[in-house]
């Protein structure tokens, strides 16, 4: 292939406790990673050194995506079982981007993502967990989740689920906007 678009995560950023971080930010020891991230930035490191070894002229663009979220894949479920999320105080920074942008992202990727390069592919929101939720509870009449201490979540929500509640970090996506020229739509 001339080009590579590959869909990784922010999670490979691990918890960054509410800082920004860009794609040259560091990433966190394998040890302060979930299992799902050591994937991801395994995967990163063999299509890249796919590109280089095997095939020298192919462009590989690394897109790393938060939550997605369309019509059709907003956690409104989870509303509706009253699982909590944390207090105020003890909220984390979470991320997302609309299927449709992620989609357009991708397209821009394969027609102007530079050779082995990374792109945080993010909305512009800078939202709390919590505001985030409340803001689906209340465009879907539903009830806002209860809010409880770090510790009585964790007891109360599946592994997978902490894995991503448990991390706080805040995207810049300035690259996606001026390297592949993305307009957000949502």
Known sequence: ???????????VYGDSQGAVVSETSALPAQTKKSARAIRR??????????????????????????????ADRLPLERLRQGLPLFV???????????AADLGRACLAALHRGRPSRTYNISDDTRLLMGEWFDLLA???????????PREAVQQSVSPLQWSF??????????????????????
């Open 165 to 186: 509640m448990s991390e706080s970090r805040q995207l810049d996506n300035k690259r996606m906007k001026h390297e592949l020229g993305l307009r957000l739509r949502y």
């Open 138 to 148: 209340d465009s879907f009449a539903l009830p806002r989740a209860p809010r409880l």
């Open 1 to 11: 292939p001339r080009r590579i678009v590959y869909i990784s995560t922010s999670g």
């Open 88 to 98: 105020p105080q003890q909220d984390n920074y979470t991320n997302h981007i609309h």
């Open 41 to 70: 930035i395994d995967a990163e490191r063999r299509l890249r050194a796919f590109a280089r070894r095997a095939n020298p002229g192919c462009c590989v663009s690394i897109l790393r995506a938060p939550g997605i979220y369309a």
